[in-house]
């Protein structure tokens, strides 16, 4: 049966979540509210913290639902040198004139907490310290899963036909899949998928991530901050094959897997993060991934429910993804291990 109402103990304690809230957002929690943009920054600023890839890239506040990408891309070298005597000096316009914006989309982040639960939390005197920190790391991992697996904005999602959130919003992959079908490498000699391995289109990780590297433009190819993303499948035989070597010796273990982030293929530094697709590799520089959220559009709600014997909390806000610069991403899918 069903907890119908929260005990003393929790009662006191999911109060003062309330009083908590409402004094960060100065509002009356029993309604629905807008969050300041000010605040929504913070509270955007927090999430972010939870997850060191969303750290790396760009987490940026805009004021329209639609429009031109917010950071600065430049296209080419700014640097010559005029004959003055006979030529007027001339400002080269290098921006990125692509004419492809951003769109954000209503995203709802909402959670249902049981009675239960709250009751098993309220021992800790920091209880609302720690139910926040749990829905913004969901939350900043939910972000990661959309941006590497979203293909749609459906006006209505399906978590059992997408649980990888493919139907909450258009992720980077799809984004260069629609606007850079040409830096996306998608099949080899056989239809429909690479293979990787002795026979294969590519003889080993280095080939494949040196072939994604090309079909990013000359002009970033040698910037200095390009960085390989690669899938855990693909890095499992390189990892494997270190541990089998040092089998039995743990320090040893515990540095391969912090040398994992510095290891080179292709000549790339080379990472793995949350969620990337495991047979996938991406090409790009971190500051050239953005996540656009909307900073006068976050709401939120907290009530409680005896009638499903939970507390809900929801959270809505406009958001979407953003590639800055479309000529420095590349990336392989569909990589099979031969």
């Given at each position: ?31 629905q509210?807008?969050?300041?943009p000010?605040?929504?920054q ?61 769109e954000?989309?209503h ?24 139910y ?7 939350i ?5 899963m ?17 649980p ?38 590519y ?6 991530v ?34 089998s ?17 510095i ?23 971190w500051?050239?991934?953005?996540i ?13 429910n ?7 909390d ?23 291990l031969?």
């Open positions: 049966m069903s907890q119908q109402s929260l005990s003393n103990r929790a009662a006191l304690q999911y109060t003062a979540l309330c009083v908590a809230i409402a004094a960060t957002y100065n509002v009356d929690v029993s309604r509210f807008n969050v300041e000010s605040i929504a913070e509270l955007n600023d927090k999430i972010t913290e939870r997850a060191d890839f969303l750290e790396r890239i760009n987490v940026v506040p805009v004021t329209e639902i639609k429009g031109e990408k917010v950071m600065l891309g430049v296209t080419g070298p700014v640097t010559s040198r005029t004959n003055t005597k006979t030529t007027d000096r001339e400002a080269k316009d290098v921006s990125d004139l692509n004419g492809l914006g951003y954000l989309f995203t709802e982040s909402d959670v249902g907490l049981p009675f239960a639960k709250i009751d098993s939390w309220a021992k800790f005197p920091d209880f609302a310290d720690r926040s920190a749990a829905v913004q790391k969901q900043a991992l939910d972000r990661i959309i941006g590497w697996h979203g293909v749609s904005a459906a006006p209505q999602t399906n978590l059992a036909t997408s990888m959130l493919q139907d909450v919003n258009k992720g980077w992959l799809q984004i260069a899949r629609e606007q850079i079908p040409e830096q996306v490498l998608e099949e080899g000699a056989t239809a429909g998928k690479i293979t990787l391995g002795t026979g294969g289109d003889e080993n990780l280095d080939a494949l040196h072939d994604v590297k090309q079909m990013v433009s000359s002009v970033f190819r040698d910037g200095g901050d390009l960085i390989a993303i690669v899938g855990s499948d693909l890095l499992a035989a390189d990892k494997a094959k270190l541990y070597n040092q089998a039995g010796k743990p320090t040893e273990k515990e540095r391969i897997e912090s040398a994992q982030v290891a080179t293929y292709g000549g790339l530094p080379t990472f793995t993060v949350p969620h990337f697709p495991v047979n996938a590799v991406v090409v790009t520089s500051d050239n991934l953005s656009y959220f909307q900073d006068s559009s976050w709401r939120r709600h907290l009530i409680e005896p009638k499903r014997s939970r507390v809900e929801y959270n809505g806000r406009n958001e979407g993804y953003v590639i800055e610069q479309l000529e420095k991403f590349a990336a392989a899918e569909n990589v099979e031969v």
